[in-house]
């Protein structure tokens, strides 16, 4: 199963959020077994890259960055992308961006905890809670 994770959820990870570390944990050690492809929309990169520099010291957000680069496959982004973004009717303009580039990346769905940011999507949209719960029935 092929799954965009947004922002938020990496987040939650990385920054060890509670409680919300606890599903975005068990997900991403899914990818790293291998029973998710996880993918990161590319524009989610370098927000990610500078909010760590700004919560961790600086060799912690590189290593941190490196680790999630070398795990997830990453959407990209391109004019096809933000053309579709632009007219999508999407509230944020950041979240249809997500959403395209995880379309055109051919992703069977996303995972998120603000799934009202995803309102009219035709891709399946899962809370980590919802996602994880799939996996175990499976």
Same mark, same amino acid.
């Given at each position: 199963?092929?799954?965009?994770? &947004?922002?938020?959820?990496?987040? &939650?990870?990385?920054?060890?959020?509670?409680?919300?570390?606890?599903?975005?944990?068990?997900?991403?050690?899914?990818?790293?077994? @291998?029973?998710?492809?996880?993918?990161?929309?590319?524009?989610?990169?370098?927000?990610?890259?500078?909010?760590?520099?700004?919560?961790?010291?600086?060799?912690?957000?590189?290593?941190?960055?490196?680790?999630?680069?070398?795990?997830?496959?990453?959407?990209?982004?391109?004019?096809?992308? %933000?053309?579709?973004?632009?007219?999508? /009717?999407?509230?944020?303009?950041?979240?249809?961006?997500?959403?395209?580039?995880?379309?055109?990346? @051919?992703? &069977? /769905?996303?995972? *998120?905890?603000?799934?009202? &940011?995803?309102? @009219?999507?035709? %891709?399946?949209?899962? *809370?980590?809670?919802?996602?994880?719960?799939?996996?175990?029935?499976?």
């Amino acid at each position: 199963m092929k799954i965009l994770f &947004d922002l938020n959820v990496v987040l &939650d990870l990385l920054l060890e959020r509670e409680p919300f570390v606890i599903h975005a944990g068990a997900l991403t050690g899914e990818v790293e077994k @291998g029973r998710l492809h996880g993918f990161l929309c590319a524009t989610s990169v370098t927000t990610l890259a500078y909010l760590l520099s700004r919560a961790l010291p600086r060799n912690e957000a590189q290593v941190a960055l490196e680790q999630m680069l070398a795990l997830f496959e990453i959407a990209p982004v391109d004019s096809r992308v %933000l053309h579709q973004a632009m007219k999508s /009717g999407f509230s944020d303009f950041e979240d249809a961006v997500q959403y395209f580039s995880a379309v055109h990346a @051919g992703v &069977d /769905g996303l995972v *998120t905890r603000n799934g009202r &940011d995803f309102q @009219g999507a035709e %891709l399946p949209v899962y *809370t980590p809670e919802e996602l994880w719960s799939i996996l175990q029935l499976n």
